[in-house]
T-cell receptor, first 116, second 114 residues
């Protein structure tokens, strides 16, 4: 019962470095999302994907890129990390919502990222 | 624009007290979905409930109950006879139709003291 798996769980970067966060889901979900969580601000959507090969911007997309080359994976990239990107990052996946089915978003355990 | 407001930043209660967490939302969609998630100190997000915009029935699950009122755009969450294990941050969220993007409130931190 893996569900949504995020890699890595923790990472410390220096300003200007790049890295990729990996999200993998084994539930055959069509939709995938990346959120960031900052103190006092709840979770905010960075990018999302409604299917393999498609991505779209969320509320706070600047400084991030994403790719969904395979249905089960959703990658979040930081090309040039900045201290403002210090946050906890959550990946989620789901099937499309319908009135008659209960399809919540399933979240990974989060990646704690610090940019020095 | 869609928005979720959780006006209570932090609530402290003593064990066995009842507590209600407020959630007010804004949307222009006719079809939408409302959620509550729990985030315990360990950090993961735990799904609690989903309601669609056409189902205003209240729901009870053990010590948890939810009151959805479209007339006031509210989806409040009540914990009866609170326990220390209920201590967590609780998020209310609204989902847009078609993309299912979640718009989260800023969360309410509940502390239950023995």
């Amino acid at each position: 019962n893996a569900g949504v798996t995020q890699t890595p769980k923790f990472r410390v970067l220096k300003t200007g470095q790049s890295m990729t966060l990996l999200c993998a889901q084994d539930m055959n979900h069509e939709y995938m999302y990346w959120y960031r969580q900052d103190p006092g601000m709840g979770l905010r959507l960075i990018h999302y994907s409604v299917g393999e090969g498609t991505t779209a911007k969320g509320e706070v997309p600047d400084g991030y890129n994403v790719s969904r080359l395979k249905k089960q994976n959703f990658l979040l990239g930081l090309e040039s990390a900045a201290p403002s990107q210090t946050s906890v990052y959550f990946c989620a996946s789901s099937r499309p919502q319908t009135l008659y089915s209960n399809q919540p978003q399933h979240f990974g355990d989060g990646t704690r990222l610090s940019i020095l | 624009a869609q928005k979720v407001t959780q006006a209570q930043t932090e609530i402290s209660v003593v064990e066995k007290e009842d507590v209600t967490l407020d959630c007010v939302y804004e949307t222009r969609d006719t079809t939408y979905y409302l959620f509550w998630y729990k985030q315990p100190p360990s950090g993961e997000l735990v799904f609690l409930i989903r309601r669609n915009s056409f189902d205003e029935q209240n729901e009870i699950s053990g010590r948890y109950s939810w009151n959805f009122q479209k007339s006031t755009s509210s989806f409040n969450f009540t914990i009866t006879a609170s326990q220390v294990v209920d201590s967590a941050v609780y998020f209310c969220a609204l989902s847009e139709e078609n993309t299912d993007k979640l718009i989260f409130g800023t969360g309410t931190r509940l502390q239950v003291f023995p």
